[in-house]
């Protein structure tokens, strides 16, 4: 009877981690998952795995991750492969590392060229993707709606932790005005013009 009990949790514990699908990698820090989900849900995910979305609040961190990514063949090269980051805005305005409560660049800015936008002030969870122009890995804001793969990590036993918010829902609310939406992503048209303050490319 005992055997059995230990054999269902063992079962248990992989289905778990199997419906997480993350890649298979020796590393014991950072989740890179293979399936795609809205914020809110890779961050549900991650917690059931008893993992938390990545956070970056140095250089140090920054690089390993990156070096993670590079060394087993993750860096994002499209759109598909694109990473949800544990980064949001708050209502108030301000980016924050939702796992951290830590304010996004207080220690290493990681954004990409013109980022953050914010457009149609909507775009408030924080994606890691390859900048293009700048050849490197770079954060965005971006709809929280949109589906994307996402990077967990082993939860932070030293350092700030960050405080749950009452309220989740206007990260998932439905982007109704915006004028075209092409195969479930949303297309910016050329013409539109960020009135936000910008980040500069370093």
Known sequence: MFLKIVLLLIVACF??????????????????SKETLNWTDAKNACSKAGLELVSVLNTKEQTLLETFLT???????DRWSIYWLSGIRYPNGTLYWDTTGTEIGEEVDGWARGEPS???????CIELKLDEGANR????????IEERKYLCQTPRKEGPVGQDLNDYSYLTEKIEDLP???DGHIIIPFGFVNTRKQTPFV
């Open 180 to 182: 075209e939406v092409m």
């Open 15 to 32: 289905s778990a981690c199997f419906k997480c699908e993350f890649t298979v990698t020796p590393d014991k820090t950072y989740f890179a």
């Open 71 to 77: 060394e087993y063949q993750l860096v994002p090269a």
């Open 137 to 144: 890995l770079g954060w965005n804001d971006y709809f929280c």
């Open 118 to 124: 914010n457009a149609y002030e909507k775009e408030h």
